[in-house]
């Protein structure tokens, strides 16, 4: 029965508060940065441990661009092992009652197959209903960075999608998002200021009639994209057979019985 979205979003949810905390571990000075940072990389390994492979992978790309020296790297080490000590006690009962078992075959659906060079180039990873304007608009703001020479959000996104393939999607968002801002936030400096709009061009982007107009249909797109997906496509219930089934087991066999499940 696929539920992993029910520890996926808290998980997601403390993998930007630890990268948001290792931000600050490597551009501010003290130790709480390491302690809440530290703390929140072992709710999400607790929450969803696919999701600790994604947190690592953007806390390696925030090392390399902004703590890359004698004190990030020590940093970095003693979060480390604060995550790994915080951790153990729950690492440490699955191996002692499973083996290594969950975790090697956990690996082998991480996705790293020769095809999943092809879904990066695709760069299908919004899943918008329609015409995929926020992909589009991430993919040129990709390139836009390289241009500048500032790799960090690049780095960020390759190094999510090489961990693990198989969810990408997910812990891409919030780069995706980024990149895709950066490069709509470019292309809407080139609107002209109107005389009415902007005498002196001098004013916020939003005050522009053209951005507006430009921004409240991509909007609107975003909006419907949004709906379609969880009202048209998304299987978001049980189904009502689903659950008439479970009530029927439970009422009919012992509580300790065993199930074989046969799918598609």
């Known amino acids: 029965i696929m539920g992993g979205g029910l520890t996926r979003a808290p998980a997601f949810l403390f993998s930007i508060m630890t990268l948001h905390c290792a931000y600050r571990l490597y551009t501010q000075k003290g130790w709480p940065p390491i302690l809440w940072t530290a703390l ?42 604060l995550t790994r000590a915080l951790t153990a006690p729950w690492g440490a009962t699955v191996i002692v009652r499973h083996g290594l078992d ?29 015409l995929q ?21 690049p780095a960020w996104t390759l190094l999510n999608f090489f961990v693990e393939p198989r969810s990408a999607a997910l812990y891409l968002a919030p780069g995706i998002a980024l990149l895709a801002a950066l490069a709509l936030g470019g292309i809407f400096q080139a609107f002209p200021a109107g005389k009415r709009d902007d005498p002196q061009g001098t004013g916020e982007l939003l005050d522009r009639r053209g951005v507006k107009l430009a921004f409240g249909v991509l909007l609107a797109q975003w909006l419907f994209s949004a709906m379609a997906l969880v009202l048209l496509e998304g299987n978001l219930t049980v189904p009502a057979a689903d659950r008439q089934a479970f009530d029927w087991a439970r ?14």
């Open 251 to 264: 009422e009919n066999t012992p509580a300790g019985s065993r199930f074989l499940i046969l799918t598609g």
């Open 40 to 81: 929140f990389a072992t709710l999400t390994v607790l929450c969803h441990p696919e999701a600790g492979l994604h947190t690592a992978a953007g806390a390696l790309a925030l090392f390399l661009f902004f703590g890359r020296n004698k004190s990030g790297l020590w940093k970095s080490l003693a979060v480390a092992a």
């Open 102 to 130: 969950p975790f090697l075959a956990a690996g082998r659906t991480s996705g790293h197959t020769f095809d999943s060079v092809f879904t990066l180039f695709k760069f299908d990873f919004t899943g918008e209903y329609g």
């Open 133 to 153: 304007t926020i992909g589009v608009l991430a993919l040129v703001g990709l390139f836009w960075q390289l241009a500048k020479k500032q790799a960090f959000l």
